[in-house]
């Protein structure tokens, strides 16, 4: 069994710098309950998979090669966090540009792994860069996010999805390619 899900890599040197930059910013009012997505497992996730065997992995391979896309490019821009209300589980940067393109891949691939009963999930392509667990100072940390609520963090072309394994260690997660199919 492995955890799995299938993913976009962020790639593009000044949006990870940016993103850093903002998660610094962030940290200042989050202390330890924050926890930032490192710079190289910085990624849009576009179906989570969570446990499957063998079996499973073959059927999200063939899900993804399947996949009729073209490269395309997308721009990052703008803060926000889920779940809302003043209640902040999770920090993202927002999908400008690319956001419709990547929507039809994730039907797409939902209509392709149609027989592995995946819970439904609604789609918002967004990127995150730090999970909460608690926070220092609420007020601080709402005032960075909003402060950055249109913030521009750059553009990437999208030439490639990966099925990636993600492997739980008490230092962070570790993922590696299972499977990438180039556009």
Known sequence: MVRAFIAVDVVDENVVRQVVSVQNELSRFGGNGLKHVEPENLHLTLRFLGEIDDAGVEIASEALRKVQASPFTITFSGLGY????????????????????????????????????????????????????????????????????KTFFGSQRVERIALKKSVLTSSGPIYSDIMVRKL
Request: net charge positive.
């Open 82 to 149: 889920f779940p809302g209300g003043g209640r902040v589980n999770v920090i993202w940067v927002g999908v400008t540009e690319g956001a419709d393109k990547l929507e039809d891949i994730h039907s797409q691939l939902e209509k392709n792994l149609a027989n592995m009963r995946l819970e439904k999930e609604r789609f918002s392509p967004h990127l995150t860069i730090c999970r909460v667990k608690f926070v220092k100072d609420r007020n601080g940390l709402l005032s960075v996010i909003s402060k950055n609520s």
